[in-house]
C-alpha cells in the first residue's frame, strides 16, 4: 500500500514537467520554459489570483491629507497619433491613437532568482486585471486591435503594460476665423470612472515622436 501511494505521489510530480529532451529543446530553453510554468502556477493558482478583483486600495480616507498610503496610479502613454478627419461642422475630429497603458498590481509581482532569473513575461488578455479607463467627450469609437491579439507585458515588480490602438471621433470646439492660418487645440481626455479621486490617479505622458508626421 505504501509503494502504490509512493509510486502515485512520484508520477504526479513529474508530470507537472514535460520531457522536453524528447522535443529536441535545448536546457536553457527547457528550464526557462519549466521555470515559465511555475511562476505561473504561483501568481494564478497558489495566490488565488482573480482578474474580476481589482488590486485599487478601497480604504483611502475621503481628506487625501489625512492618509499616508499612495493612491493607486494608472500611466498612459501616448506613442503614435494620425488625424483622419476634422469635421468643422460637426466640431468633431477622428483620429487614431496607439497608447500604452501601464500600472503596478502587487499580486503579480515575484522573485526573479527564484525562476531561472525570468524578470518579464506575457500573458493573455484576459488573464490579469485591467482598469476600465474611458476616453471623454467621444461620440465614437472602435478597437482597432481585437483583445484576444493583445498581449500584457508583465514585469517581476508587477508592473502591467498593455498596447492598445483606437480609432475615436471626439469634441473638438474650432474656431475659424483665421482659416488657413488657423491652429485648434483637441484635447484627448481619459478618466476612470468606477473609481473615486481618493482611491486611483490617471497621468499621461507624449512618447518622443516628431509632430510633422501628422497628416489630415
Do not use: H
Not at 524528447?22 to 528550464?31: A, G, K, Y
Amino acid at each position: 500500500m505504501f509503494q502504490l501511494l509512493f509510486t502515485l505521489c512520484v508520477g504526479e510530480i513529474l508530470a507537472e514537467y514535460t520531457n522536453w529532451t524528447r522535443l529536441d529543446i535545448n536546457e536553457t530553453e527547457r528550464n526557462y520554459l519549466d521555470a515559465t510554468a511555475e511562476l505561473y502556477k504561483e501568481l494564478f493558482e497558489t495566490r488565488f489570483y482573480r482578474r474580476d478583483l481589482s488590486p485599487v486600495y478601497s480604504k483611502q480616507p475621503a481628506n487625501l491629507t489625512q492618509s499616508n498610503y499612495t493612491r493607486f496610479n494608472v500611466e498612459i502613454e501616448l506613442g503614435y497619433l494620425k488625424i483622419f478627419e476634422m469635421n468643422a461642422q460637426s466640431q468633431t475630429v477622428t483620429v487614431m491613437l496607439e497608447f500604452i497603458q501601464f500600472w503596478v498590481d502587487a499580486r503579480l509581482s515575484w522573485v526573479p532568482e527564484d525562476y531561472d532569473g525570468i524578470r518579464t513575461i506575457w500573458l493573455g488578455y484576459d488573464t490579469v486585471w485591467i482598469p476600465e479607463y474611458s476616453v471623454l467627450d467621444v461620440s465614437a469609437i472602435s478597437e482597432a486591435w481585437p483583445d484576444y491579439r493583445r498581449p500584457v507585458r508583465v514585469q517581476s515588480s508587477g508592473r502591467v503594460f498593455l498596447d492598445t490602438q483606437q480609432i475615436v471621433t471626439i469634441a473638438c470646439p474650432m474656431d475659424l476665423g483665421t482659416f488657413p492660418f488657423d491652429s485648434q487645440m483637441c484635447p484627448i481626455n481619459f478618466g476612470l470612472p468606477s473609481y473615486f479621486v481618493n482611491q486611483i490617479t490617471m497621468t499621461g505622458a507624449l512618447f518622443d515622436f516628431d509632430y510633422k508626421t501628422l497628416s489630415v
